[in-house]
Every structure is written in structure tokens, then in C-alpha cells.
């Protein structure tokens, strides 16, 4: 039996794009994958990340004071 899985791609970000959009580097995103600290899936191969997750981790580093540098 064949099963089909809409998903719609507007709600994710891929690793590279939630990086810039944190100001982090990608590596950075990775490790937090692998410590289960950020919530990723993978589509064909490819980490995509909830943009509520990018969206969650920007509300924590603004509690925290943090600022992005300017052209980031």
C-alpha cells in the first residue's frame, strides 16, 4: 500500500536559512539538532526546521538581551 504525506514547505526553513536568520553558524544549528535542543525533519535528503522553532529560538535570545550584528 502506497501512502502519500502532504507537506507544506512554507512552514520550513532549511538549516541554512534558519542560520542566517539566528545569526549562528550552521554548525552551530547542527549541534543543536543532535542535542535535541532545536526540532528538525528531513525531506528527500535535506534538514528542513519549523520556522516556529527559528521563531521560538528568536524569542529566547531576545529575552536574553542578545542582538544581531548589523548585516546578518
Not at 501512502?3 to 536568520?21: G, S
Amino acid at each position: 500500500m502506497v501512502r502519500e504525506l502532504k507537506v507544506i514547505t512554507d512552514e520550513f526553513v532549511t538549516v541554512p536559512e534558519a542560520a542566517k536568520q539566528l545569526g549562528r553558524p550552521k554548525m552551530t544549528l547542527y549541534r543543536w539538532i543532535e542535542a535535541n535542543r532545536l526540532i528538525a525533519v528531513t525531506f528527500g535528503g535535506i534538514l528542513f526546521i519549523p520556522k516556529s522553532e527559528v521563531e521560538r529560538l528568536n524569542k529566547e535570545r531576545n529575552k536574553k538581551g542578545y542582538r544581531l550584528k548589523p548585516g546578518r
